[in-house]
T-cell receptor
């Protein structure tokens, strides 16, 4: 079983829509969680960390559910520039585990 | 801002060639990593280095070796390139052990023909 699993998508949404992605993980002892954004043929860049209490950064909200072992990313009021692949990343015992990413296409 | 520079954006090599991928970071980071990224598989760790001249195998080291003679430079070597090593290669660095923030280079898309 993979350490981190994501729906590859693509999620095709119109501008202004709200969209949510989930990511499940297998190791209940996982320490830290992150969402990275990766544009086509570019490197991943940290979007936000995910805290137990949930956290928000502008239009982006991240949640962690340890009981069900998943994290989520909610994007409100989608922009064309949000089109990218979103990677779920876990940090556990000094090692990073990457999901294969969820592709988002925001259309005019 | 931290800068992680990979020497080539695109490379085309032939089967059996020895290939060097270079990565340089400018922030005195102790730890450096090499990943490969393939569609549907996510990033997989090839090798990492805790410090100069130190290296550890990652999850998929077969067919690769690394060199870290200076702190700022971490090289990935494909001893004899094969077509199944066609991939996007990403270098990353972080301040040190236990630090959770990774900084990535812009990647090298390697095609082995």
């Amino acid at each position: 079983r993979k350490e981190v699993e994501q729906d590859p998508g693509p999620f095709n949404v119109p501008e202004g829509a709200t969209v949510a992605f989930n990511c499940t993980y297998s190791n209940s002892a996982s320490q830290s969680f992150f969402w990275y954004r990766q544009d086509c043929r570019k490197e991943p860049k940290l979007l936000m960390s995910v805290y137990s209490s949930g956290n928000e950064d502008g239009r982006f909200t991240a949640q962690l559910n340890r009981a069900s072992q998943y994290i989520s990313l909610l994007i409100r009021d989608s922009k064309l520039s949000d089109s990218a692949t979103y990677l779920c990343v876990l940090y556990n015992f000094n090692k990073f585990y990457f999901g294969s990413g969820t592709k988002l296409n925001v259309k005019p | 801002d931290v800068k992680v520079t990979q020497s080539s954006r695109y490379l085309v090599k032939r089967t059996g060639e020895k290939v060097f991928l270079e990565c340089v970071q400018d922030m005195d980071h102790e730890n450096m990593f090499w990943y490969r990224q393939d569609p549907g598989l996510g990033l997989r760790l090839i090798y990492f280095s805790y410090d100069v001249k130190m290296k550890e195998k990652g999850d998929i080291p077969e067919g690769y070796s690394v060199s870290r003679e200076k702190k700022e430079r971490f090289s990935l070597i494909l001893e004899s390139a094969s077509t199944n090593q066609t991939s996007m290669y990403l270098c990353a660095s972080r301040v040190g052990d236990g630090n959770e923030k990774l900084f990535f280079g812009s990647g090298t898309q390697l095609s082995v023909l």
